[in-house]
């Protein structure tokens, strides 16, 4: 079969997605009222079509044969699953939006009066084509196995972004969060862009399995990495971490937080922050190919950033008086937390001689896959609940005193807000305990004590401010200054966030075993894509052939 | 070889600086010859954007309408087409006849040309192209 | 790697020094201006730095794939033009500045 075609029968759920933006985005212009209404119906409907295209093909997709197609088919089968479940409860609690602004209000009020509907100002079509393209792109990047690939990939998870924010209010705060977001953005792109070229000058290939070859007969031949290589991985990871928020590109996080509504906040705390672990994960994955004393600066790098991510996050979340700026540092330290997993993962593909790296490389990824679902949920109802509450002057709720007092108000909100916390903090039964049992624990495994040591004593400091947000919530004074309202499908989705956190911590062994088929068969690709023609005859044998098949 | 091509591709340019001298000669001699040879009148109407055309009517640093950048954004978006087909459209005749690659160029690129028309009726509808 | 279409290494690193210091300059730009049309011109700047870098690593290793690259790099230095127009405007019909700082409503 033609490799062409079959690459691109793999891309069914991202052309589906983009099919789905195009019509929301026509259709939000319509003149009947029905019409433009409906993007947002479009939108459920071709991310349902899309979790059907990647449901039927794990099941039917043959197994290819190109080392790279199968080192990333289950990772990005669950990555990509994960981005439809969690993208259809961002869409419940998005799905008013463009509805809320005041100049959509205007244009509708100016039909209502006999006018014609003048689409000029309405940004119904183009907010839920953008939230498509933007999940889009984050697929895009799990299934990514070229350099240039992953850099479009990530470009179009971001761009919609930035749109996304900046007409998510009408406040001059979201444009001015826009703005800085993407102006950190384009500079955090052209620093992994610059990362890229320099691989690419290093290997003489964009390609995963084509570097990971060149890697493996450095390593093999005992050479030293190329600085060169080194110094682009190096910008590649610094790059994409402004997509995670990890440290050093940090900054953006609280003032857009803050800036964008709630729900578009949720969305920037799951969407771009997967989109950059997965490119990470793909991106560390060909250098694995060498030994951990030649991958000791990125190691390192990953390190520093880990702890600094985690300490920095927490310490000034400390000192927030802002419920949504506490959670932006709350989504730092949790990249710092995910890193960890992301450390343990690369130490254990690096640590020379162990046939069985492929489980232990898999331990760390597959704790940081079931994390991000963890995280995701946990966010999108705190970011939910804070965005059903206004305070007098229409604006959504900031403070820990705009809050006081939600759980007598609305007991439903209090419950999700408390699930949602106590899962952030990572107590029992809630996910995320499991999820930071699992990364501590792959940390562990390859001897990072210090490191978990920090991270464990983090998640202590972090219990202080997350405790304050429950503090508010059930023991402050009820603020009537605000206003509670909401609507059903923010609750529905919020709702069901909060359900998955207690059900998955009950019972999440399963999404684990799907995390760890996830990030198994990476590793099958490593080691197949080794062969080189002048690498060592052992690698070359069939049989390792059939190992990654059966996987 | 390869000390030789290097140093080819750089006498390659020598053209070049000779046309870049030229240009800079010509443009410094008229400015002088100009200065040496030109009357000196000075008058308002000498001093004019325009001499001899059409009166101004305010200063040239007035805002302009918000209209002529969503053109330019617009004009860059379609502009970059090109880049695409064009590698593209020097490829594509050099399949060869009956491949069974040619339907499969032929409808990516009406794919993308598709993507283009659907931005075109977006623009279209949310009045881009309206001048009243 | 065909050695009679391949760069030789000194005048790779001409290309590469040029690249890197379009990149640099483009960064300290941004980091040291304040007007937002300059600051994005500065990002464009970094991403001119980094086509130089590929089209001239294109040619060492004489394949076509760093030029590939660069022709992508420029629809997506296209796409953010645009919308860094679109925001600017924006901002400019509310602030009537295009000053960084009159923007910093937003802290903790």
Redesign the interface.
């Known amino acids: 079969m033609n490799p062409m075609l079959d690459k691109l029968s793999t891309l069914w759920p991202e052309m589906t997605l983009l099919a789905g933006a195009c019509v929301c985005m026509l259709a939000g212009l319509s003149g009947s009222a029905v019409v433009r209404r409906s993007p947002r119906w479009i939108a459920a409907v071709s991310l349902l079509l899309a979790g059907l295209c990647v449901a039927t093909s794990s099941v039917a997709e043959p197994r290819h044969t190109g080392a790279a197609l199968v080192g990333v088919a289950g990772l990005a089968v669950y990555v990509k699953m994960a981005i439809v479940a969690v993208g259809l409860l961002l869409l419940l609690i998005a799905s008013q939006v463009p509805d809320r602004l005041r100049q959509t209000q205007d244009a509708e009020a100016a039909t209502g009066r006999g006018g014609v509907f003048d689409p000029a100002g309405v940004m119904r079509g183009e907010f839920f084509a953008f939230f498509l393209l933007s999940l889009c792109g984050a697929m895009l990047c799990a299934g990514a196995e070229d350099l240039v690939w992953l850099f479009l990939a990530l470009e179009l998870t971001s761009l919609p972004t930035y749109v996304m924010v900046a007409t998510s209010r009408d406040r001059a705060g979201a444009q001015e969060s826009a703005v800085k977001y993407f102006f950190l953005g384009a500079m955090a792109a052209a620093v992994f862009l610059y990362g890229f070229a320099l691989i690419y000058g290093a290997t003489g290939s964009t390609q995963y399995d084509q570097i990971a070859a060149f890697v493996h007969a450095q390593s093999a031949s005992g050479q030293a990495l190329p600085p060169l290589f080194i110094v682009g991985l190096v910008l590649a990871v610094v790059g994409v971490s402004f997509k995670i928020a990890a440290v050093p590109m940090h900054f953006y996080a609280a003032d857009v937080y803050q800036g964008a509504a709630g729900p578009v906040t949720a969305f920037l705390a799951f969407v771009p922050k997967t989109a950059g672990f997965v490119s990470l994960i793909g991106l560390l994955g060909p250098a694995c190919q060498a030994n951990a004393e030649q991958l000791q600066p990125v190691i390192w790098l990953l390190w520093i950033m880990a702890v600094l991510s985690m300490t920095v996050g927490n310490t000034l979340g400390l000192l927030q008086h802002n419920v949504k700026r506490v959670l932006a540092y709350s989504s730092i330290a949790h990249s710092g937390y995910m890193l960890v997993g992301l450390i343990a993962a690369v130490a254990a593909a690096t640590t020379p001689g162990a046939v069985t790296a492929g489980e232990h490389l898999g331990n760390g990824v597959a704790a940081l896959l079931f994390y991000l679902v963890a995280y995701g949920l946990a966010t999108l109802g705190a970011f939910a609940v804070l965005g059903c509450v206004t305070t007098d002057q229409g604006d959504e709720a900031q403070t820990y005193d705009d809050i006081a007092g939600l759980g007598q108000r609305h007991p439903l909100l209090g419950v999700i807000m408390l699930i949602s916390v106590l899962s952030l903090v990572g107590l029992p039964p809630m996910v995320g305990f499991l999820g930071k049992i699992y990364l501590f624990g792959s940390a562990i495994q390859h001897g990072y004590i210090w490191l978990v040591i920090i991270a464990v004593l983090n998640s202590a400091i972090s219990a202080v401010y997350y405790l304050r947000i429950i503090g508010a919530c059930y023991f402050a004074k009820p603020n009537d200054q605000t206003q509670v309202a909401v609507s059903p499908a923010v609750q529905l989705g919020a709702l069901v966030a909060a359900v998955g956190a207690v059900m998955l911590g009950v019972a999440g062994g399963r999404l684990v075993d799907a995390a760890r088929d996830a990030a198994a068969p990476p590793d099958a690709a490593v080691v197949e894509t080794a062969p080189l023609p002048d690498g060592d005859a052992e690698s070359w044998s069939p049989q390792w052939a059939d190992t990654s098949v059966k996987w | 070889m390869l000390t030789t091509l290097a140093v080819d591709s750089f006498s390659h340019y020598a053209p070049l600086g000779v046309l870049l001298l030229i240009a800079l000669a010509f443009g410094a001699g008229n400015l002088v010859l100009t200065r040496v040879v030109g009357p000196r009148r000075l008058g308002e109407v000498k001093g004019m954007v325009y001499e001899s055309g059409v009166n101004p009517i305010s200063s040239a640093r007035r805002r302009f309408n918000v209209r002529f950048y969503i053109v330019a954004m617009t004009f860059l978006v379609f502009d970059v087409e090109i880049v695409f087909l064009y590698p593209w459209a020097t490829t594509f005749p050099s399949l060869a006849e009956g491949s069974e690659l040619a339907p499969l160029f032929l409808g990516r690129m009406l794919f993308f040309v598709l993507t283009s028309v659907i931005a075109f009726a977006y623009a279209w509808r949310k009045g881009v192209f309206r001048y009243d | ?1 065909p ?2 279409i ?3 290494s ?2 790779l690193s001409h290309f ?1 020094l040029t ?1 890197a210091v379009v ?1 640099a300059l ?2 300290v730009g ?1 980091l040291s201006r304040r007007n ?1 049309i300059v ?2 011109l500065c ?1 464009e700047m ?2 001119q ?2 086509a130089i ?2 089209v ?2 294109s040619r ?2 004489a ?1 076509d ?2 030029q ?2 660069v ?6 230095a ?14 400019f ?3 009537r500045t295009l000053d960084a700082l009159a ?6």
């Open positions: 790697m050695e009679t391949g760069l030789h000194f005048i590469l690249g990149f483009g960064l941004f937002l600051m994005f990002t970094m991403f730095g980094v870098s590929l001239a690593f060492y290793h394949n794939t760093g590939t690259f022709i992508f790099v420029l629809t997506i296209a796409a953010e033009a645009a919308l860094a127009l679109g925001l600017v405007v924006l901002l019909r509310r602030k923007w910093s409503q937003l802290h903790g």
